[in-house]
């Protein structure tokens, strides 16, 4: 888009850009999303920007009234398989926070300053600004969702310091950590020293995971439903009201999350344990992953809609979502060893919950811990995944992920491909078997119309 058809979506006020792109006015000094309903700017005053980050760093702050921190995440970044995208995907995964941009930039395989600049040439900042956005966001939400002492939630929103923290809220949101607790009416729990677990913790963490367009939940938590696996997930209550709730193994700690079906206006309630508030923001994005809440349903569904025989399953399941994984290399194991025998693994290896809830009583058993599992083919996976040799992080480059799996005996093309659509997030598989294969090759020419989201074309015909 050229700026001025972003001023023509800001004009109109176009929800389908939120995330997409940000807009500053220069006489207020203030950022919003393309559909905050304040009153339109003049072209004149208006500054566009591809990133939070960007708008932050060129010294404007937050609107209070359409929250653009809290947008959904730009569909880019699990379309884009370049370096640019991998960051993305590992920025939001807290990596710059647990590693540095040194650690961003190796597992990346460039330098620091190569991935500064090109960071900074497309996004209009580098990897710290990125990084403190969205640290900042995280701390807004446990400030105004939770009573967490403040400073608990500085460190565990991923800050080096409490002086940095306050320094940060007061220039993002031109207001004290204090003032924008008082003004969303959540009373702390004490002072807290930042040391140990409080009290207020024993509640969850309340989340709004925001999305975009039409959101089709019954499908996705249809498919959460037939592959839940006992003591690991479970699915509670009537379709349409349903809540999915699972462990999660995280860099600090584990959680347990819970995400309900029935959505609102732009996004689906949840609710985090954690034990370890440092894994919120990595909580969140895996979160977000698994229920695919920053895909653009405006740009698949037209695009799929143009086919006539995938046009009349996309006008009956409007907002279709392609679900990721939660864990990577937990996926992968699942999807060679199918559910049956991934039950198994949980009650022989897996690791026992300190407060088990409910029926959930185990996390998913880590790859280190299937090396000396019976099933070679299983075997052979896992020590590949402890050893590296094969990646599944949000970084990974998903052409080398995929070669390395099909080079494992054992691992058929399908595997491999699937593996690369739910674990690698990819918006553009068409695993082998499930479509290419089936429908001989009079598919093809039609499967490269359907790019670049042909995952979902698979998942309208999985769901017919």
Known sequence: MDEESKYEAV???????????FFAVATTGIYCRPSC??????RANVRFYPTAAAAQANGFRACRRCRPDAVPGSADWNARADV?????RMIGDGIVDREGVPGLAGRLGYSTRQVQRQLTAELGAGPVALARAQRAHTARVLLQTTALPVTEIAFASGFASVRQFNDTIRQIYARTPTLLRKESGTRTAGTGSGRGPSPARA?????RLAYRG?????????????EAVPRVEEMAGEPGARTYRRTLRLPYGTAIAAVDEAPHRGWLDARIHLTDLRDLTTAVQRLRRLFDLDADPYAVDERLAADPELAPLVAARPGLRSPGAADPDEFAVRAVVGPEAAAGLVETYGKVLDQPCG????????????????????????????????RLDPGADRDEAERALRALPGITAR?????????LGDPDVAPDGAES?????RSEPRAAAWRPWRSYAVRHRSAA
């Open 11 to 21: 004009t109109s006020r176009d929800a389908r850009f939120d995330g997409e792109f």
């Open 415 to 423: 595997t491999a491909g699937l593996i690369r659509m739910r674990a």
């Open 214 to 226: 039409v959101y089709a939940a019954k499908e996705v938590f249809d498919l959460l439903a037939s």
């Open 37 to 42: 309903p304040a009153v339109t700017p003049k």
């Open 84 to 88: 640019v995208g991998r960051a993305m």
């Open 203 to 207: 509640a969850g963490i309340p989340l």
């Open 437 to 441: 294969e089936a429908a001989g090759e």
């Open 359 to 390: 029926t959930l009583t185990h996390v998913f058993p880590e790859p280190g811990a299937l090396t000396g599992a019976e099933d070679p083919v299983l075997r052979t996976l896992a020590t590949a995944l402890a050893d590296g040799v094969v």
